[in-house]
Nanobody, 123 residues
Framework: QVQLVESGGGLVQAGDSLRLSCRVS????????MGWFRQAPGKNREFVAT????????RYADSVKGRFTISRDNAENTVYLQMNSLKPEDTAVYYCASRIHSGSLYDNEYDRWGQGTQVTVSS
């Protein structure tokens, strides 16, 4: 059974950086496109970033472009989200998700989800 486990969230100040990790077990990680999504209180879950199975194509939400970077280490079955220049509006629960081959901006196209990790950015 495929499982995704996020880690790395926490409480930081505006302008700080965090790196989230999502480790995948129980499947063939190299076949999966990976995505990061987030959900703030009272809001819908929104797309953050995605990377194809081979890491060849990365896409980002406009709100994080230039500040966040998605990367993957197939040897470690792990995808990362490096978040720099964090803003209070980045506060949310961050989720990683997987699907076969190509990344997607749409959460309903992902098959598996992690439990989420909280990121809180104070002003």
């Amino acid at each position: 059974q495929v499982q995704l486990v996020e880690s790395g969230g926490g409480l930081v100040q505006a302008g700080d950086s965090l790196r989230l990790s999502c480790r995948v077990s129980g499947g063939t990680f190299s076949l999966y496109a990976m995505g990061w999504f987030r959900q703030a209180p009272g809001k819908n879950r929104e797309f953050v970033a995605t990377a194809d199975y081979n890491g060849g194509t990365a896409r980002y939400a406009d709100s994080v472009k230039g500040r966040f970077t998605i990367s993957r280490d197939n040897a470690e079955n792990t995808v990362y989200l490096q978040m720099n220049s964090l803003k209070p509006e980045d506060t949310a629960v961050y989720y990683c998700a997987s699907r076969i081959h190509s990344g997607s901006l749409y959460d309903n196209e992902y098959d598996r989800w992690g439990q989420g990790t909280q990121v809180t950015v104070s002003s």
